[in-house]
Every structure is written in C-alpha cells, then in structure tokens.
C-alpha cells in the first residue's frame, strides 16, 4: 500500500497516520520507510501514539521517546550504534559497503543461538534493493521499486 500510494516518507508517514496499527500482545512494530529524496525514517508505535524518528537504520530496538524507548535486547543497540558509527565515519556508502555493514553485525557476529531473518540495502535514487536472508550475504535477490504517485 505505502509504495503504491505513497511517493515519498512524508506521504507514507501520512497515510500510516490514518490506520490505527497497534499490536497486540505488547509486540514491537516498527516500519522503516525512505524514499529517493533522502529521507529515512522509523515509525513506532507507543502509548496510542504513531512516533516518527529521523534515522538511516533501524535494528530490533525502539528509538521512539516513551514507555517503550530502548526496548530491545542490548545486542539490537550495540548494533545500531555500530551501523551508525560506520554511517557516521563514511559519509556515503555504496551498496557493497552497506552489505558489508549489514554482514559486520550480523547477529552471527556476537555469539548468539539466534540469527539474522533478514537484511535489507536500498539505493534510494536508482530505487534498487537488494535482499539477504539468513545471515547469507552470498547471495541477493535484488528489485527494483519504480512505483510510487508523482508529487
């Protein structure tokens, strides 16, 4: 619905904005949405409330303000801040390097039983994505998003 309705993170966020998306059973539910202007944002959602944060990635934690801020295990926040130490310290990565990013914190990479479902890399001007699933960074499945309405 968001990329067929939506052309930017300004019009996802407004169309999220006229659905009530709480979950049940007190699940974390978080959307990360970017569009090819640069933006990026996470959508969470706390206390009744749909909460917009200003971020260029998103691990298992929530960003949002709140009763929910920071829930997560401590492994999803050191994650975060090691994607956004290296966002921080390149300026600009290529789609290899945001792969590479990915796999470097992968869930594999602390010593944990679980693993990483799945890491997503999108290049928000070509629209291109690249998709990797269970920790394996051998092998993509890539698209290629063109829809979207026309501002």
């Known amino acids: 619905m968001l990329l067929d309705q939506a052309a930017n993170v ?3 966020v407004a169309l999220l904005n006229s659905y009530d998306l709480q979950a049940s059973f007190g699940y974390m539910v978080h959307f990360a949405i970017a569009d090819r202007e640069g933006g990026s944002v996470a959508v969470e959602y706390v206390n009744n ?3 917009v944060t200003e971020t260029p990635v998103v691990t298992n934690f929530y960003l949002a303000e709140g009763e929910k801020n920071g829930i997560g295990t401590m492994q999803s926040h050191e994650r975060y ?3 956004m130490d290296r966002l921080n310290g390149s300026g600009t990565m290529g789609m290899d390097g945001l792969r590479d990013a990915m796999d470097s914190v992968s869930k594999d990479n602390f010593g944990e039983f679980e693993s990483t ?8 001007t070509t629209g291109e994505v690249r998709y990797y699933h269970r920790e394996n960074y051998d092998i993509v499945y ?3 998003i063109t829809g979207g309405q026309e501002s």
């Open 10 to 12: 300004e019009e996802a």
């Open 117 to 124: 479902e799945w890491s997503i890399v999108a290049n928000q």
């Open 49 to 51: 409330e749909m909460v």
């Open 142 to 144: 890539t698209f290629t």
């Open 81 to 83: 801040e090691i994607l």
